[in-house]
T-cell receptor, first 112, second 111 residues
Framework: GESVGLHLPTLSVQEGDNSIINCAYS??????FIWYKQESGKGPQFIID?????DKRQGQRVTVLLNKTVKHLSLQIAATQPGDSAVYFC???????????FGDGTTLTVKP | EAQVTQNPRYLITVTGKKLTVTCSQN?????MSWYRQDPGLGLRQIYY???????DKGDVPEGYKVSRKEKRNFPLILESPSPNQTSLYFC??????????FGQGTRLTVV
């Protein structure tokens, strides 16, 4: 079968390296997926999203990949910086239903 | 500035004393929701509202009430708080089909 990345609760990387954060979602009917970043003491903030009719979407330094076959989502951060240190959550939802289900979160630590 | 505002940010209360956490958004979003965040359990949805006078239970609604009398406001009510409701609470709003905007959080301690 196809190999996908495991979800890790913590990830530590060197400044300047690329980071990959993985997420498995549960509902094959979900059609909209979002990555959020939560810095210490703050609420989650939107990073990037992707709809189910796509398998890749790029933003500034971030890329989201969607593999619907194995219900897997990943967030790639290029040239990771200390300011990227945070907890990252994926969320799955239906476009018109409103309710989102959040993944467990990955704490990213960037070492200078 | 587009924002979701929660109050208070911090609250310590005693078991059984009714409290309300307010949430207001200025983006004219239809959808609003409340989450609690606990270590090791992630974000869990308490209640949500698709529009004025329309509310529904999320994954962990026990011990909570909400109301949506106006589009911008979505207060969370704890009629008789208990220590197991000690948590970090977030309000969020969104336009359906788009990302959610979260408030800064309310850290509640029930003793």
């Amino acid at each position: 079968g196809e190999s996908v990345g495991l979800h890790l609760p913590t990830l530590s990387v060197q400044e300047g390296d690329n980071s990959i954060i993985n997420c498995a979602y549960s509902n094959s009917a979900s059609d909209y997926f979002i990555w959020y970043k939560q810095e210490s003491g703050k609420g989650p903030q939107f990073i990037i999203d992707i709809r189910s009719n796509m398998d890749k979407r790029q933003g500034q330094r971030v890329t989201v990949l969607l593999n619907k076959t194995v219900k897997h989502l990943s967030l790639q951060i290029a040239a990771t910086q200390p300011g990227d240190s945070a907890v990252y959550f994926c969320a799955e939802t239906y476009t018109n239903a409103g309710k989102s289900t959040f993944g467990d979160g990955t704490t990213l630590t960037v070492k200078p | 500035e587009a924002q979701v505002t929660q109050n208070p940010r911090y609250l310590i209360t005693v078991t059984g004393k009714k409290l309300t956490v307010t949430c207001s958004q200025n983006m004219n979003h239809e959808y609003m929701s409340w989450y609690r965040q606990d270590p090791g359990l992630g974000l869990r949805q308490i209640y949500y509202s698709m529009n004025v006078e329309v509310t529904d239970k999320g994954d962990v609604p026990e011990g909570y009430k909400v109301s949506r009398k106006e589009k911008r406001n979505f207060p969370l009510i704890l009629e008789s708080p208990s220590p197991n409701q000690t948590s970090l609470y977030f309000c969020a709003s969104k336009k359906l089909g788009t990302e959610a905007f979260f408030g800064q959080g309310t850290r509640l301690t029930v003793v």
